[in-house]
């Protein structure tokens, strides 16, 4: 079995499995030599999307090691430098909740065999050496001690440089095949024949330079991680883990003064796979029966699948907040803290967007007057001085699109004698009007619906026969040769 | 003997004492003393026939619109103001989009005082509603919802009591009333207003002030009434009708009044 895919001008062989490798089919062979090799020789068109998606999940299933996780942005293709995909992992202060850096490796390892990956890890003082200890020792599971770095690679191949597949051929051509032939040539030779990579790529791996990389997802500020000795799968333990981490992570916070304002749960599943809940808060908060309270909801509709081994609870917003004086025999009821604590508990089940504080600003086009916020940020100033509010009678409901009505009306202009919406006919009793708003030929780009754009519209307050008073305009400018186009937005109480 | 007697002739204070006790659980006795506070309408005429004075809190009340117009809307946006300018924030829940808050804001009601959470289902409007009732930090809590049963009314006056929140329901035209445990069941729908004036040169005068019929249909421990209200921006309060020269109060609509069994 081997992937294939157009690499330097021909069809050539990507990836192989152990079958194809006994029968001397490498990466980067031409497809049709491999068939000479092996005729029946089973080959798959290269899915890099497909491959690219596989790697960002096991990157994210490595987050029950740490939370910094990264998939390796070189080539997934390099052809002969060792093949596959990588994953960085940044395991800084982590190595001692599994048992060692060795021990870590071997578990991390091991469960990826069990999915079926063949892998091979290494941990070293730098990223460039980690990279080229994986790749280019027999070992699947390699630890450089610190400060080993500079006698584990000089016997390496230059290829665990992670260089251009070109520069790695001008390097052998000249017979330089080894880390340790490079280190020991003048630097600005080296620079000038090969290039300023060779001695970037060597600086970074022998830590001379720090190399910067970016976590797939951001760092959290603050993590908790909690690990079961049998995965389990009751709603009610979750719970329970959820309400211990946080009480954890909480006092955590408390002495570090912060408070949460994003918080995630992630819940490693036995397949591989990860389970993500996230919470928002509208103001720092670090109590654990309210944030508890927030998770409940979605840990609902979280799928464990078979079971969850570990669970990780990640602060990744957090805001400065002052220790409260809580003990003095009263509960604390703030008004404003129990208002932010009921926006939590809607906009996490709701939708952080569908709970809003409606702000008014500064502008005559209606739709624009009114702007929706989501109430978990907080409330707003109003961009509206108090004295331009009412002067012109508003509707207390504004239709979210403006709707099509039939009308009977007197020309060029008059407000309608009769019209139809939503087919009901209204006969008006009475009209005021018009009042000519103008778009704001300021913001055409963003205007809300681009058919109504750059129009004019002449608004009546109109009341029917019975009572129902709404608001009406008519679009553009009278023309003769055009029947007006009449429009409901909104309706008076 | 002791049994036999106690059936024949029953304790007359055993008896009044669980009459009563049935009535707390049933929430139609004596209401906790809280939720004998009431909030004044400004409209003598209105506070005079409720019993409590005004629109009692920490219980729901339904507002029923009578047609397709916003006047329920508006008149819940002046009972809403009125209840959150003593003490603070209301929320207001509903399915769509639509509140405007310049035309909330005409009516008195502090857009800044309002929260609006947009809810998927008349379930989700419910389970907001509840959680607003509960928090015991809100003024108000509004719900316009299509759909109600009993158990969820009987939620929201539970949830309205341990909060001491007061919950109002607003109908939308044509939605089916059902029995449940509500403290007032209200009505309210447009009515012709007396013109404003004809304009010059223009053969039609502008709408008047916005008249609606106010019938207050079902009240725990009060009477019927109908009211013809009108909302004047000079005062920024609801007063009822004095001109009723050009029209008088139109009949009971559409002849709802009929079939409703209250």
Known sequence: MTTAAAIRGGIRIAAVDDAAKT????????????????????????????????LEGLADWCGRYTPWTAVDEIDVYPGDNGGGGGLWL??????????????????????????????????????????????????????????????????????????????????????????????????????????????????????????PLSPRRPAPAMHVRLAFAEPVGRADDIALATRKMLDELCARL???????????????????????????????????????????????????????????????????????????????????????????????????????RLVERAS???????????????????TCDEDRRSRQPRPLQLLPWPEPIEVMAPVPDGPPVIFRWRRVQHRVAAAEGPE???????REEDGHDPAHRSSIRDYYRVEDAHGCRFWIYREGFYRPDLAPRWYLHGLFP | MLASDGVSRPDAALIADLRARIEGIGGWGPQPEHALAAQSFGVDEIDAVLPWGGLPKACIHEVAAADISAAAAGFCAVLLARLANQSGTVVWCRR????????????????????????????????????????????????????????????????????????????????????????????????????????????????????????????????????????????????VAADLRHRPAAPPAHGVGSRLAV
């Not at chain 1, 990466?27 to 491959?51: F, S």
């Not at chain 1, 949460?260 to 928002?280: C, H, K, N, P, S």
């Not at chain 2, 019929?213 to 009108?230: D, F, I, N, Q, S």
């Open chain 1, 23 to 54: 029968a001397g089919i490498v990466p980067g062979l031409t497809l049709a030599d491999a068939r000479a090799l092996l005729p029946d020789l089973a080959v798959t068109e290269v899915d890099t999307a497909a491959d690219r998606r596989a």
């Open chain 1, 90 to 211: 940044d395991i800084s202060g982590c190595a001692h909740l599994f048992g060692g850096e060795q021990a870590l490796l071997d578990d991390l390892v091991g469960r990826l065999a069990a999915f079926g990956f063949a892998a091979a890890a290494a941990v070293a003082d730098t990223a460039g050496a980690a990279w080229a200890m994986a790749r280019f020792t027999e070992e699947t599971a390699v630890v450089v001690q610190p400060g080993d770095v500079a006698t584990a690679l000089p016997p390496l191949p230059v290829d665990g440089l992670r260089l251009p597949a070109r520069t790695v051929e001008a390097l052998s051509r000249v017979g330089l095949r080894r880390i340790g032939s490079l280190t020991v040539l003048p630097r600005g030779a080296l620079a000038a024949r090969f290039g300023d990579i060779v001695l970037q790529r060597l600086d970074r791996a022998l830590g001379r330079v720090d190399e």
């Open chain 1, 254 to 356: 408390a002495a570090a003064h912060l408070g949460i304002r994003r918080l995630e749960l992630a819940l490693y599943r036995t397949d591989g796979t990860v389970a993500r809940a996230a919470i928002g808060t509208s103001r720092p908060v670090r109590d654990p029966d309210h944030l508890h309270r927030l998770f409940r909801e979605k840990l609902d509709g979280l799928d464990v699948g078979f079971g969850v081994e570990v669970t990780v609870l990640a602060a990744t917003v957090v805001a400065p907040l002052a220790p409260a004086q809580t003990a003095m025999g009263f509960e604390p009821r703030e008004h404003a803290e129990v208002v932010g604590r009921l926006i939590d508990r809607l906009g996490n089940r709701l939708g952080a967007g569908n709970v809003m």
């Open chain 1, 364 to 382: 005559h086009v209606p739709e624009r007057a009114c702007r929706k916020l989501p109430a978990l940020v907080g409330a707003p100033a109003s």
């Open chain 1, 436 to 442: 000519r708003i103008e778009p704001e030929w300021w």
């Open chain 2, 96 to 239: 769509k989009d639509g509140l405007y808050g310049p035309g909330l804001a005409a009516f008195g009601l502090d857009t800044g005082r309002l929260i609006v959470v947009r809810a998927r289902t008349d379930k989700d409007v419910f389970w907001a509603m509840e959680e607003g009732l509960r928090s015991g930090s809100l003024a108000a809590v509004l719900g316009e919802a299509g759909s109600t049963d009993s158990i969820a009314l009987r939620r929201l006056q539970l949830a309205a009591e341990t909060g001491g929140v007061t919950a109002l329901l607003l109908r939308p035209a044509g939605a089916a009333i059902v029995p449940g445990s509500v403290t007032s069941r209200w009505r309210v729908g447009t009515v012709s207003s007396v013109p404003a004036g004809t304009a010059p040169g223009k053969g039609r005068a502008g709408p008047g002030r916005p008249r609606w019929r106010v019938e207050l249909r079902r009240c725990k421990a009060g009477p019927p009434a109908t009211w013809l209200l009108e909302w004047r921006d000079e005062t920024g309060g609801l007063a």
